[in-house]
């Protein structure tokens, strides 16, 4: 007697039903199972590097992998498993025990075909899996490329990025919702493009060529990230653009510099070609009075961003993400960090937050609005709390300490270049308000919550091998001094006369 077994499930599709009675299976009847295979998260290969990431040319392949899982009394030893996907004979490749990959066309409807059990009486699965994939391509600056997040932090061996001159990993925001939305939704497959750069702003990194925040030898540049965008849109449909760019534009990473240099840095004469004190000429405008010229400037290169970017990428798909805020610890009260020999004080933090970020993210809002855009919000409030003079449990942005001993970069101030960025617990909370806005996008709905992966912080510890090696250093030199000393004591008596 032949049993054929038939099912259909919209992404996950499981064959269970029996037409006919079906032959003594006991208490685990056969099951076929079949879904689209997550790319993103982990590091199955241990190269130090997130697996899953694609480059804009590698997604030009449009094909992802099944999963193929026989359950129950179909999976045992020995067992024969003749496949077909779409009427066409197929060797599926092992993935575990009775478990199975096979790549496919993706966003198709494939029918898969299984016959198994022995060749007089063997039983057949048959069922239809749409291979949905959703292609997400990350654009911006350092926020969104991970600054301050190397996929492996430094030890003895050095820092891992998956991009090393522009710092980009697959910690950032961007990345962290798009491995909880492919995780959550098991019935599709996420591409993930990341292509923001660490220093990066709309007219050098977005709009023109940039050589990264850690040049190679040959100061190779970056090709603009839109025409990489625009190029791959002209060949195959992307699902969803999300940017993080603008702080570098309004001289963010120079603002802390020269108020860390500067007393009073809002009311100081500021050049931001030499952020490392007050500017000479008179004639300079003050810092604040920059920063309200560079937000102008902004509008209007968010106007020519808008301009460059592919009609065929619809503006409902660009998602606009706002800027995180670093400057307020426990209680709301504003942080006075010190940065390398300055310190900046809470009044200034409290400009920064009012007069930079807050009409930056006013200036993203706006721009959002106008070009059709869809706006992430939320991140400034979120970051409440837990800026950078919240304790170890609470912090959700880098230290000065901790990005120099996570990154080994050089020159040796791009070590310390994940000062005042997201740290992972900082990416993960910007990840979570990307995450619904994105899955909306995409027409993803009703995700259940998921535990992302906790990401090796280390705030409350400094003890990796970079950090006992330089203690070790210390100790040694220290040793050589003293030793040194106590020669030079020696001798010196040794050589003075003796009294008569």
Request: proline share 7%; aromatic share 4%.
């Amino acid at each position: 007697m032949k049993a054929r077994r038939l099912g259909r499930w919209a992404g996950l599709a499981a064959a269970v039903a029996v037409l006919g009675a079906p032959p003594a299976w006991g208490q685990a009847p056969p099951t076929l199972e079949a879904w689209p295979r997550d790319r993103l998260g982990g590091d199955a290969d241990r190269d130090g590097v997130t697996d899953g990431s694609v480059t804009p040319e590698q997604a030009l392949d449009a094909r992802i992998d099944l999963v193929l899982n026989v359950t129950g009394e179909a999976c045992r030893p020995g067992a024969r498993f003749a496949w077909r996907i779409d009427g066409q004979p197929v060797t599926p490749a092992p993935a575990g025990d009775c478990r199975f990959t096979a790549r496919v066309q993706a966003d198709a409807d494939h029918t898969v075909e299984l016959e198994t059990g022995n060749s007089d009486d063997p039983v057949r699965f048959e069922l239809t899996v749409p291979a949905t994939e959703h292609l997400v391509v990350s654009l911006g600056d350092s926020v969104a490329s991970g600054e301050g997040n190397p996929d492996r932090r430094t030890d003895l061996n050095r820092a891992r990025w998956l991009q090393r001159s522009c710092h980009r990993s697959l910690r950032s925001g961007h990345a962290q919702a798009a491995i909880a939305l492919e995780a959550a939704d098991r019935r599709s497959a996420v591409t993930f493009v990341p292509l923001g750069c660490s220093g990066a702003t709309v007219t050098r990194g977005l709009l023109a060529p940039y050589v990264g925040i850690e040049p190679n030898r040959e100061r190779t540049e970056q090709p603009p990230q839109v025409d990489l965008l625009n190029d791959l849109a002209g060949r195959r449909p992307v699902d969803a653009v999300v940017i993080s760019v603008g702080a570098n534009d309004v001289h963010f990473g120079n603002i802390v510099q020269f108020c860390a240099a500067a007393d009073d840095c809002p009311r100081r004469r500021f050049d931001s070609r030499s952020p490392d004190g007050p500017a000479a000429d008179p004639a300079a405008p003050t810092l604040d009075d920059a920063v309200t010229a560079a937000l102008a400037r902004l509008r209007d290169r968010y106007r020519d961003l808008d301009v460059r970017l592919a009609p065929s990428i619809p503006r409902e798909r660009v998602l606009l993400v706002e800027y995180f805020n670093p400057t307020r610890g426990p209680g709301g009260r504003y942080c006075a960090p010190r940065l390398g020999l300055g310190k900046i004080t809470a009044d200034e933090s409290r400009w920064a937050h009012e007069r930079v970020l807050g009409r930056l993210n006013a200036v993203v809002a706006e721009a959002a609005a106008e070009h059709g855009w869809s706006l992430v919000e939320g991140i400034d409030e979120s970051f409440d709390g837990h800026g950078i003079c919240a304790g170890d449990d609470d912090r959700w942005v880098r230290t000065p300490l901790e990005s120099f001993f996570r990154q080994d970069a050089l020159p040796a101030f791009t070590s310390i270049a994940g000062t005042l960025h997201p740290n992972g617990r900082g990416h993960i909370a910007t990840g979570r308000l990307i995450r619904p806005a994105l899955a909306g996008v995409l027409g993803v709905e009703d995700l259940p919550p998921v535990e992302e992966e906790p990401i090796d912080d280390g705030e409350s510890t400094l003890l990796g091998m970079r950090t006992v090696l330089l203690v070790a250093l210390v100790v040694v030199l220290a040793i050589a001094i003293t030793a040194g000393v106590i020669a030079l004591i020696v001798r010196h008596r040794r050589r003075r006369p003796r009294s008569a």
